[in-house]
């Protein structure tokens, strides 16, 4: 069975610092992950997506992730918040070989950002 | 371009009464989906379809009915609501089904409250 576990449920950064969301994930399989982001009262949103290519994945918005196999994460990372990257985000784990019918959502992080 | 649409965007229903969230796509997706996000437990998918007149079973199907008579809209239907069912709701849809090869675009939510 394939879990995933975001580590923090509120991150709060001030604008122009790093931000770190945090996720560890559990998979049987070779996993596919996923960052989506979600902006109030809005859907879903696919920031990036590791799919056993490059181990570093860029995304929209300046936002990256790192998978490592060993330590089983899958952290984002963005060099300098912007008020805008303000919303919560959810690390999303699938086997490979599986459609999107068994996505595993974490429960996400809300990330705060301050002037 | 609209991508996926969700109506309505609130409603609030005694317990025992029915009612039908439509959701409309119009980027000619095969695949559709309907999920409920809880506070604290991510989202979980309540059923899919992957084609026109097909529907399946997710992992949270008890007290729902789906419907995909035309491509471009899934309904999903409470026939007699439950406190338990106050949640947003979400629809979502994909070109493929491969969660590796594919993207989800997600409305922008459904609020039903159960009194």
């Known amino acids: 069975a394939q879990s995933v576990t975001q580590l923090d449920s509120h991150v709060s950064v001030s604008e122009g610092t790093p931000v770190l969301l945090r996720c560890n994930y559990s998979s049987s399989y070779s996993p596919s992950l996923f960052w989506y982001v979600q902006h109030p009262n809005k859907g879903l949103q696919l920031l990036l997506k590791y799919t056993s290519a490059a181990t570093l994945v860029k995304g929209i918005n300046g936002f990256e992730a790192e998978f490592k196999k060993s330590e089983t994460s899958f952290h984002l990372t963005k060099p300098s918040a912007h008020m805008s990257d303000a919303a919560e985000y959810f690390c999303v784990v699938s086997d490979q070989s599986t459609g999107f019918q068994k996505l595993v959502f974490g429960t996400g992080t809300r990330l705060l950002v301050s002037p | 371009n609209a991508g996926v649409t969700q109506t309505p965007k609130f409603r609030v229903l005694k317990t025992g009464q029915s009612m039908t969230l439509l959701c409309a796509q119009d980027?000619?997706?095969?695949?559709m989906y309907w999920y409920r996000q809880d506070p604290g437990m991510g989202l979980r998918l309540i059923h899919y379809?992957?084609?026109?007149?097909?529907?399946a079973k997710g992992e949270v199907p008890d007290g729902y009915n789906v419907s995909r008579l035309k491509k471009q809209n899934f309904l999903l239907g409470l026939e007699s609501a439950a406190p338990s069912q106050t949640s947003v709701y979400f629809c979502?849809?994909?070109?493929?089904?491969?969660?590796?090869?594919?993207?989800?675009?997600f409305g922008e939510g459904s609020r039903l409250t159960v009194l």
């Open positions: 379809s992957v084609g026109e007149g097909t529907t």
């Open positions: 980027m000619n997706h095969e695949y």
């Open positions: 979502a849809s994909s070109y493929t089904s491969g969660a590796n090869t594919g993207e989800l675009f």
